[in-house]
């Protein structure tokens, strides 16, 4: 019998995208009562435990597109953000002269917001308390057993060292994107940062920990559906790069962007890239047990970007609608998860 998981991408607020995805599916096949398992990172892993607490996915698009201004609260003063206006007109309003992140000088938003939308979410229970597989992505800031930090699943498995925090604090652990939220800190555990920093899409670390923790005997026991949060196009082209030599941290990691090149390139790249790469790995492993859906988008959007969620709703409708890879998904979906 085959234990079908449903994989959720990290991209903040498109994550808007991967719940329209997941909505259609549902409505068409019931995809979410039909799953054994939910694994996600950072906004995907909100998703995850949401849909694992039994929140329904009409609630859950409501969220994203209507509660982003909670989800990314300002945090204080904004320093950064006149900074950040030096080289544009003058401000008209508080909003315009924040911007979107990511912070310089601190971070970019408080997680009051954040935290208040997960409790909506996940209640108040522990990880071990879900009846259904779930697994999220993070990054633990300091292990004192290895004396350094450390990439970690947390998941409801029986012998996963963090079953027993709590479902709030796993879903905040795993969105703390650096420079847009603070670090987490979750009891003696110490501190988080979000799962995206080297799983921003899940595939591999869900089938290793739906293994590893008995719930699937092996990787030809396992269904994989896994959805992004859009395609952005972004890149660096060779014209950005006329002296490779120049490219230092004022490239890398400058905040904002520059022509074509993204800000701070170096965390897109990254979580871009091991996003690909899982989904590559996991279509090996899994073969035609795996299937992959996400919608190119045709400009890049931020993920604190929840002003403009409208066209992305847009963007997903018109995917769903009309891409004949979309038609590809559901065609599998319903042969394979129904």
């Known amino acids: 019998?085959?234990?079908?998981?449903?994989?959720?991408?990290?991209?903040?607020?498109?994550?808007?995208?991967?719940?329209?995805?997941?909505?259609?599916?549902?409505?068409?096949?019931?995809?979410?009562?039909?799953?054994?398992?939910?694994?996600?990172?950072?906004?995907?892993?909100?998703?995850?435990?949401?849909?694992?607490?039994?929140?329904?996915?009409?609630?859950?698009?409501?969220?994203y597109e209507n509660e982003g201004d909670k989800i990314f609260e300002p945090n204080g003063w904004l320093l950064n953000a006149q900074l950040k206006q030096q080289d544009r007109a003058p401000a008209q309003s508080a909003a315009e002269l924040l911007g979107s992140g990511p912070g310089i000088f601190r971070c970019q938003y408080v997680n009051t917001g954040l935290k208040t939308v997960a409790q909506q979410l996940v209640g108040t229970g522990a990880m071990s308390s879900a009846s259904r597989f779930v697994a999220v992505n993070s990054a633990r800031l300091w292990d004192s057993g290895d004396g350094s930090w450390s990439p970690c699943t947390i998941s409801n498995g029986p012998r996963n060292t963090y079953r027993g925090i709590s479902m709030v604090d796993a879903a905040l652990a795993t969105s703390a994107a650096p420079t847009y939220f603070p670090p987490y800190q979750v009891g003696d555990f110490g501190y988080f940062a979000d799962g995206g920093t080297f799983a921003?899409?899940?595939?591999?670390?869900?089938?290793?920990?739906?293994?590893?923790?008995?719930?699937?005997?092996?990787?030809?026991?396992?269904?994989?559906?896994?959805?992004?949060?859009?395609?952005?196009?972004?890149?660096?082209?060779?014209?950005?790069?006329?002296?490779?030599?120049?490219?230092?941290?004022?490239?890398?990691?400058?905040?904002?962007?520059?022509?074509?090149?993204?800000?701070?390139?170096?965390?897109?790249?990254?979580?871009?890239?091991?996003?690909?790469?899982?989904?590559?790995?996991?279509?090996?492993?899994?073969?035609?047990?795996?299937?992959?859906?996400?919608?190119?988008?045709?400009?890049?959007?931020?993920?604190?970007?929840?002003?403009?969620?409208?066209?992305?709703?847009?963007?997903?409708?018109?995917y769903i609608a009309h891409s004949p890879e979309w038609a590809a998904v559901r065609s599998w979906v319903e042969q394979n998860w129904t």
């Open 200 to 318: 921003n899409n899940p595939s591999m670390t869900a089938i290793v920990e739906a293994i590893y923790q008995g719930y699937a005997p092996a990787t030809s026991d396992i269904v994989m559906l896994s959805l992004g949060t859009g395609a952005n196009p972004v890149g660096v082209p060779p014209s950005s790069v006329p002296d490779p030599l120049a490219w230092g941290v004022t490239h890398w990691l400058w905040p904002f962007s520059n022509g074509p090149v993204p800000a701070t390139a170096l965390l897109n790249l990254t979580m871009d890239a091991t996003a690909d790469l899982a989904a590559i790995q996991a279509q090996q492993l899994l073969g035609n047990n795996y299937m992959r859906g996400n919608v190119p988008l045709s400009q890049p959007f931020a993920l604190d970007d929840y002003k403009n969620v409208g066209e992305l709703v847009s963007a997903t409708q018109s």
């Open 1 to 63: 019998m085959s234990f079908k998981i449903l994989c959720c991408d990290g991209g903040g607020i498109r994550g808007v995208i991967t719940a329209l995805l997941i909505q259609d599916l549902d409505r068409s096949f019931g995809i979410v009562k039909n799953a054994n398992g939910f694994a996600g990172t950072s906004t995907g892993g909100l998703i995850s435990l949401g849909l694992v607490s039994d929140v329904g996915i009409d609630a859950i698009v409501n969220l």
